[in-house]
């Protein structure tokens, strides 16, 4: 069995004042000291990031950022560089979020120079797909994420090279905020299909040790039984993430 540590990751999109973002982080931190063998991440906005990261201290739990640009500094008003991402902390970036897709006009061409910018930082992409309901309701779930892996990872599969801690997430745009949760079973098929579009692409041993995360209305009621398919290595979890107490019990989720 591959080892592929599970990690569970918390969007906070746009919510969150500084001082309750760190409120936030300090009270995962301290009620998931314990926690072994789950990977914690956070991804708070731009604004408190550098916050976040002081009141993380020497804690495990890891920073992201939510989206970056592609160029390292430039003339590109209200643009972030995965350099200064650097700067703030961030080791992480979630890129192609279906939000940045749907509302920011963000094509997967611009994911893929996007994920080429951060690996050559050293920054760990976290690469979302996923289709509408409309898309899944026409029977397309498996074209459009198939389409969305090859634009969004063109520059590896030019390559022949992904880095191993490169991050995938499926994010049913259906069941992102709606509590619409993908079942277990249908949540399984895609990432499966995923996984067996990595393997064709970059080979065996790579796919079978990268991450695919899972994203649409996780919670601590269901966070089990996701966890439990083969191919759903952790979560991308939005609402649920900005509550300590629900963040903290889907973190637990082994002792639910
Ligand atoms: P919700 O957990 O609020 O459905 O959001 C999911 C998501 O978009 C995480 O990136």
Redesign the pocket.
Known sequence: MPDRKPLIAG?W?MHLSVAEAVELVRRIAAETEDVQGVEVLVAPPFTTLYAVREALGDSRIRLGAQNMHWEMSGAYTGEISGKMLQEAGCTYV?LG???RRAIFNETSEMVDLKARAAVSLGLIPII?VGETLEEREAGRTFDVVQAQLEGSLNNFKEEKFIPPTTVM?Y?PVW????GKTATPSQAQEVHQFIRGWLERTFGTGVSAGLRILY????KPENIAELMAEPDIDGA??????LNADSFVRIICYEKL
Do not use: M, P
Not at 175 to 178: C, L, M, P, Q, V
Not at 215 to 218: A, I, Q
Not at 236 to 241: E, H, I, M, W
């Open positions: 969007n999109k979630i979020h279906s939000e979302c997430a994010e069941a992102i905020g709606t994203g649409g209305s996780v991308l979890v939005g609402g649920a993430s």
